[in-house]
């Protein structure tokens, strides 16, 4: 052929730009740190996530309860949320473990609406259907109740493993069960990512530094766990849920990402959990006094939820198989966060009449808690977008919508 005569496309070449003329792409998804910029159509992704927990609405919207002593439920008629149209080749199958929790139902949300496929698999312990009620029925979602604990086989590409109670109280109601599935729920999740090729992530936690005598804490930091102690069952349980992860890449090659997230608060969060934020946002509701424990100057640095996910969709699809912290630097202590709820649900009310009582101090309960997060802006470039008061802001308004539906 002459060198001036136009090449003739394959026939694949022909398929492929008729698909992406039809299908977003995948590669282009912005995540919700770009989402929240001054951009329109960015901003409107956001106002769908909001709408999502702010005023939720289920497949089935009437419930009618008659005289009989039956009840009647009746399909909703709002639409599924809008999700994006992803040429097949880049569309994949998602599995989200825990998905029906706090964390797992906000990363469902976004896998969602970036337009992939989604399982959700929970045993419903600390999660919920309704946060995930907005999806079931949707040809792009499924919902199984299943415990990791037991293996199960489905074919997907990607795992995000999340099942695990999160707050003290619920996993130390049952600390046995809670080892269990940092071991046996993470071991049948990396047997199956191995069987199915897919790529694992596990979110692992803060919690594997213990006490921490190093701080800001680094990945690098090997921790300061109490092995015997009540939050052992949870910390260990991770710790061993990490080597297996590793332990399942050298030997079997199986293509691991490991998140260590720190301290994350946001709407969806079980509020009878025990866990700072949301008690204090409770109380302050109530108008109750807030319980600190100990004297107030032991330190945190809360996350925002919307941030978190972002981190997540990130270390997933990057190369990076080193575990990345991902958790904010801005820092407080406990009566300054304890100070703030009850000055923003004083703005937001017009009334608060809580004070803060202190307590005894928990055992084990780290004295600072703040990650070093330079390996997740290098090689994610990952930074938290949300400051704690915009975050606590729309926390505060779920809860309220909450509680005004309890009533
Ligand atoms: N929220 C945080 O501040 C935080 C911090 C560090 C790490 N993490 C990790 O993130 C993940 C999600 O945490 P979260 O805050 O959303 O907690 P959560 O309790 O709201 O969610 C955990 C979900 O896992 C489900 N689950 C528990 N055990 C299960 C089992 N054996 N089989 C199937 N499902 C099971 C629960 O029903 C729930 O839906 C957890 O792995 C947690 O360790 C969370």
């Not at 090449?7 to 492929?16: G, K, Y």
């Not at 199958?93 to 970036?114: E, Q, Y």
């Not at 015997?228 to 990490?242: H, L, Q, S, T």
């Not at 703005?347 to 202190?358: D, P």
């Amino acid at each position: 052929m002459p060198d001036s005569a136009p090449p003739t496309p394959s026939a694949v070449d022909t398929v492929r730009a008729s698909l992406e003329s039809r299908y977003s792409s995948a590669t282009s998804l912005p995540t919700l740190s770009a989402m929240t910029s001054a951009n329109g159509e960015e901003n409107s992704m956001m106002a769908t996530l909001r709408s999502l927990y702010l005023n939720p609405h289920t497949a089935l919207a009437h419930t009618v309860q008659r005289e009989d002593g039956t009840v009647t439920y009746a399909p909703g008629s709002r639409p599924y949320p809008p999700v994006r149209l992803l040429n097949p080749i880049e569309k994949k199958r998602v599995l989200v473990t825990g998905g029906a929790g706090f964390v797992g139902s906000h990363l469902v949300d976004r896998l969602m609406l970036m337009g992939h496929n989604v399982i959700c698999i929970d045993n419903f312990f600390t999660g919920s259907k309704s946060n995930v009620a907005h999806w079931i029925g949707h040809p792009n979602f499924e919902l199984i109740r299943h415990d990791v604990v037991d293996p199960i086989l489905v074919e997907v590409d990607q795992i995000y493993h999340l099942a695990c109670p999160a707050s003290p109280v619920h996993y130390q109601s049952n600390p046995v069960k809670t080892l269990k599935t940092g071991f046996f729920g993470t071991y049948n999740m990396l047997g199956l990512a191995k069987r199915v090729k897919a790529r694992f992530l596990l979110s692992s936690t803060s919690e594997i530094y213990g006490d921490p005598e190093e701080h800001p804490q680094k990945e690098s930091y090997w921790g300061h766990v109490n092995c015997i102690g009540p939050r052992a069952c949870y910390d260990e349980g991770k710790r061993v849920a990490e080597t297996l992860a590793y332990s399942y890449q050298r030997q079997e090659g199986v293509d691991i990402r490991v998140a260590r997230i720190f301290n994350t608060f946001g709407p969806r969060m079980n509020w009878n959990d025990g866990r700072v934020v949301s008690n204090f946002i409770l109380q302050a509701l109530k108008s109750e006094n807030l319980s600190v424990y100990g004297d107030g100057q032991s330190t945190r640095s809360f996350q925002y939820v919307h941030d978190l996910v972002d981190g997540l969709l990130k270390l997933m699809n990057s190369d990076c198989d080193e575990p990345v912290n991902i958790g904010t630097q801005e820092e407080f202590t406990i009566d300054e966060f304890a100070q703030m709820v009850i000055d923003l649900v004083k703005k937001e009310n017009g009334i608060c009449e809580s004070k803060v009582v202190y307590m005894d101090a928990l055992q084990d309960d780290p004295q600072k808690r703040k990650p070093d997060t330079t390996k997740a802006k290098e090689w994610l470039d990952w930074e938290p977008q949300w400051k704690v008061i915009d975050g606590l802001r729309e926390t505060v308004k779920y809860f309220k919508t909450q509680l005004e539906d309890e009533l």
